[in-house]
């Protein structure tokens, strides 16, 4: 899902920095109301930024004008929650920037919101419900499958934006093949996230557990 350097002019990288600066901020924001009442909040967007870090480097191949990697995106949302995941996403990207690829750090903003843009829709079309206590909603291998086939389509639809807005002509064949290589991920991925929610929600008596995930807000079938 990286953007190669060279596709997006600059005046556009600058305006989504912005656009990533203000949304990250807002989620830190939201992180700090309940970060008051409960204080080790914040560690869950560091263990999202460290889980991100790890599943990017752990598999990233070049397809035509960005990347294939396995973001677990869901396992870090249904197991660490919304906004530790949505901050980890900007940190995570930042980490590996100034860490393993300096060159991704001029479309940190760009890929961020690659990112962090269906999370929101995931969060604010669906997700949301599996975490409220009232609603009880059954979270099920299926439905994860769900969560998961929103966000990469989701993905594909920001990489292709920014194609389409991008300087270097890229043909729509390009963005397809790229965008197919992530059929194998779709599949795969709920299977992982869903036996790690059903492990964790095993253990979720345990104080790390209970305190560093939410998974004891998740009712699992």
Request: some cysteine.
């Amino acid at each position: 899902m990286h953007i190669e350097p060279g596709f997006v002019a600059p005046i556009k990288v600058t305006m989504a920095n912005a656009g990533a600066i203000a949304v990250i901020l807002w989620g830190c924001k939201e992180q700090i109301k309940e970060t008051i009442v409960k204080p080790w909040v914040p560690l869950k967007s560091l263990l999202a930024a460290a889980f991100f870090s790890f599943f990017m480097e752990s598999y990233s191949i070049s397809v035509g004008p960005s990347e294939l990697h396995f973001i677990g995106a869901m396992v870090m949302y249904l197991i660490l929650g919304f906004t530790p995941t949505l901050i980890g996403f900007g940190a995570g990207l930042l980490f590996q920037g100034l860490i393993f690829n300096p060159g991704d750090l001029y479309h940190l903003g760009v890929n961020s919101l690659t990112l962090i843009i269906p999370l929101l829709g995931v969060h604010y079309l669906s997700g949301h419900k599996y975490f409220s206590q009232s609603s009880q909603k059954r979270l099920s291998w299926r439905r994860i499958l769900e969560l998961d086939i929103i966000y990469y389509s989701g993905v594909t639809a920001m990489v292709g934006f920014w194609l389409v807005i991008g300087d270097v002509a890229t043909p729509i064949s390009a963005w397809a093949t790229w965008a197919s290589s992530y059929l194998a991920i779709v599949i795969l991925e709920p299977i992982f996230t869903y036996l790690l929610v059903k492990l964790l929600k095993a253990m979720r008596n345990h104080a790390l557990v209970s305190r560093l995930t939410v998974i004891n807000t998740l009712y699992v079938t």
